[in-house]
């Protein structure tokens, strides 16, 4: 026997046809872009990775080039100082690429984040 879903009758008011209310839609308040992109500061982010025991030096070299598109060298010397000194700025980008690039390295288990940078400074 086919499973069947029972539905409450439609009322039609008589003879006539069935009239349909529209849905109420409940209206979020989003932010405007504007307000939004005053949220990610200015254009430029920094990704910065972290020395981490679980990962090896070789691996996160490659994440490096494979994620970011550095060049071998630059991604080993970026790689070597997190080593050395437990921190290592990746690159200044503007915030869409930036996050990109923070989201696909922590996806590989790559410890890194991601801060806005003060030109002051």
Known sequence: MPATIERAPVKTGGGGPAVLDRPKVEERQSKSPEKE??????????????????NTREFVA????????????????????AHQNGIAVVGRYVYERAEMYHEALKKNGIICDLVPVDEDA
């Open 62 to 81: 490659r994440c490096l080039v494979q994620i970011v598109g550095l060049t071998e060298m630059t991604a080993y010397q970026t790689m070597m100082d």
């Open 37 to 54: 992109r005053e949220n990610v500061g200015n254009e430029a982010w920094e990704v910065r990775i972290y020395n981490d025991g679980m």
